[in-house]
DNA sequence: CGAACTTTGTTAGAGACCTTGCCAAATTTG
DNA sequence: CAAATTTGGCAAGGTCTCTAACAAAGTTCG
């Protein structure tokens, strides 16, 4: 029903209208008491109050006078930016990495680790939690500090059974309440579990190529295949939070039976996939797909006849994203389309021209690159965090 | 930004209430202030301001006492069903279809007509503009009581240009301003057009299958193929409006480039595409899909050959179309979908078993038949005019 | 059949919030 | 240094809602 809105009283308009400055300040930064009466509509002694609320509250706090226009000097708010810290960890298959920002999203600290590879989960989680002691000291903070982590994996996230589904790479993980452990990483702070491939989606909204699209799509390959989905710019997830796992999506030829259990587009698309393909028809000391791109690029004809397979399968594939979701842009990343985005944007977009009704969307290669999963998770925090901080701190000190 | 809202003042709140208590009588039905009071957690007194405003905007009226009950009898309110008029239109392939109802969607009148086929749009909207009239009078209300129109057809409704994208069926659409004729058809209120096949899942989510569901999809089969996506519990159109439209979707053997102009899985799994394969396979006397499902029933081998193929095409294209969106339901709807529901449920969800990486959704027949498009667009129309006959009564009357 | 009980609806008073209008403070401009 | 301009604060007034008490109207039980 779309005639909805919840019945109120005085108190909650109070609420209303300092949530409403407090999010002014945030797009606005510096500001002034003035311009924040313009931005929201709300009188100038509302303003005050409020104002005086959120400075109470430690949310806010003034920054200094602005000179130079004519008339009284203006007294300058911005938020706090240790009103809230932020934890993003992208636990990797072959890297870790951990972020710490405050709640204006400047990072304090940060940490890029290989992984030994093989660990226990209780193993992954003591690291991890090793890890964040040093960003919380580096930045010196306290560990209860910490607003909310956020982490980014491969592999589902079911809400039931607290266990990760589909992640291959991360041994232990399918154990109901395995994710549990992840509490324990950065103190008593709330935590949210994203898919690694999700969560670069988001950070491509948030800092990328999507930045004020409604409606995206990006499509990571590298040892595997996924999709981020971001409909009405918020992550789309799906009954089941399998939305844009399309390793599996027909596509391709032989029997799709034989492919099971590895995602049949997965099979042919993904890095392994390329090898195999180039290795198939002839090259020879090729170890990893970067050495056929490379030699793509330096005008074998066997290379580029690998790309131009690559190109045609996920042209394939995304003909079927496409006339599904009718995105307003695709993006490319992960591994491969990051790398090669300069050898496959050309021929996808060709290839897609026959393949799709109407016009084909902006196809583009990621430009944040491995950053995409930690920049999305801290997307996600940073957006959670100041709701959880303003909720709080208007629960704790109601009125004047 | 997750932190929003708007600032408001107390006037604001007041409508904010109202609206509320509005909304809860369209849930409730006939209701006493009590439960009002109740369900929306406001004061008697308020609730009372509240039922005395909208009575005086005609939006609700008392319906009587409820007595039997200890204690003094309450006063039921309802909504008064003529504050608003919805009319639906489904404009068919084959059949025009109109419906009148009131604002709570009790039909007034309808209207179903066969189409004579080959009309330009002049004359197709006068036709409709004429039938318009005889429902209005039939319901024995003016034409400028109508609320909102809302029209289904098929094609992509594109804003820019105000006409109708990928349309065959109905020439002369494609026009640049074409589908402005359609304000024409009743009186000088609004009007919205939107894809039948959009309208057919709303509809479904409204009156169907997909009642309280969030995300599902509508799978249309007929002489075409589409597919409505809800998401969130809303319609998603998509960034050109052209959301499922999987017509084009690769699926299938053969060059696809020969199938230009048709999509690939419409070439193949479309009414005519089940009749082009029994006539393939030496069945005789086949004019339409439904003579092929009959003789499958009826045991015929070759039919049911027909069958198999049918539901692996759509199988094949239903797992792409999960593997992108993970709805918790998809509906097969359409004549094909609706009509031979009971052989292919089966054999597609078998199929899918085989292609999809986790659990398969539901797979559904549809229960509105050729219901479902004006049902939707009814179901669109009730909820916008709700909005639009609160929004027109607020701003004309405002304090008490 | 009537008194006690229960629920409904209204009225009065009070509290919370926002706004307008006015005035003081602080800075630039001439 | 005075005029102009902008900022910030204060007081008065209006709107909205809530609580509490009361009146009205039905049912239940003796």
């Given at each position: 029903m779309s005639i909805g809105g919840t019945a109120s009283t005085t108190a909650v308009l109070r609420v209303m209208n300092e949530r409403a400055v407090f999010a002014e300040i945030f797009k606005l930064g510096k500001v002034s008491?003035?311009?924040?009466?313009?931005?929201?509509?709300?009188?100038?002694?509302?303003?005050?109050?409020?104002?005086?609320?959120?400075?109470?509250?430690?949310?806010?706090?003034?920054?200094?006078?602005?000179?130079?226009?004519?008339g009284r000097a203006a007294l300058l708010y911005e938020i706090r930016p240790q009103a809230g810290w932020v934890l993003a960890v992208d636990v990797g298959r072959e890297f870790v990495r951990l972020a710490l920002a405050d709640l204006v999203g400047d990072i304090a600290a940060r940490r890029d680790e290989h992984r030994k590879g093989g660990e226990t989960p209780g193993e992954l989680v003591a690291w991890l939690a090793g890890l964040a002691r040093e960003l919380v000291d580096e930045a010196g903070v306290d560990l209860a500090d910490i607003t909310l982590t956020v982490f980014g994996t491969p592999g589902i996230h079911d809400k039931e059974t607290c266990s990760l589904q589909l992640a291959p790479n991360l041994p232990g993980w399918g154990r109901p309440g395995a994710i549990e452990l992840l509490a324990g990483v950065a103190g008593e702070a709330p935590y949210l579990v994203e898919n690694d491939v999700d969560l670069a989606a988001v950070g491509e909204g948030a800092y990328g190529l999507g930045q004020g699209m409604a409606h995206f799509a990006l499509v990571w390959i590298g040892t595997g295949i996924g999709m981020?989905?971001?409909?009405?710019?918020?992550?789309?997830?799906?009954?089941?939070?399998?939305?844009?796992?399309?390793?599996?999506?027909?596509?391709?030829?032989?029997d799709p039976l034989v492919n099971r259990g590895r995602g049949m587009l997965e099979s042919v698309a993904s890095a392994d996939g390329v090898v195999a393909l180039a290795t198939r028809l002839g090259m020879r000391g090729v170890t990893s797909a970067k050495d056929v791109f490379d030699a793509a690029r330096a005008g074998d004809d066997v290379a580029r006849q690998v790309v131009a397979a690559e190109a045609d399968h996920i042209a394939h594939a995304l003909a079927g994203v496409i006339a599904v979701l009718d995105p307003e842009m695709v993006v490319l990343g992960g591994g491969i389309g990051a790398q090669a985005g300069d050898l496959l944007i050309g021929p996808v977009a060709d290839g897609l021209r026959d393949l799709v009704a109407l016009r084909v969307p902006m196809i583009r290669a990621s430009t944040l690159g491995t950053e995409a999963v930690l920049l999305g998770a801290m997307a996600v925090g940073l957006t959670k965090a100041r709701d959880l901080v303003f909720e709080r701190a208007v629960a704790q000190a109601p009125p004047g």
């Open positions: 008491r003035p311009e924040l009466a313009q931005a929201t509509g709300l009188s100038k002694p509302t303003i005050s109050m409020a104002l005086a609320d959120l400075e109470r509250a430690r949310l806010v706090r003034p920054i200094g006078l602005r000179t130079g226009n004519a981020g989905i971001v409909i009405d710019g918020k992550l789309y997830r799906g009954y089941q939070g399998a939305a844009g796992e399309i390793s599996y999506m027909p596509v391709g030829e032989g």
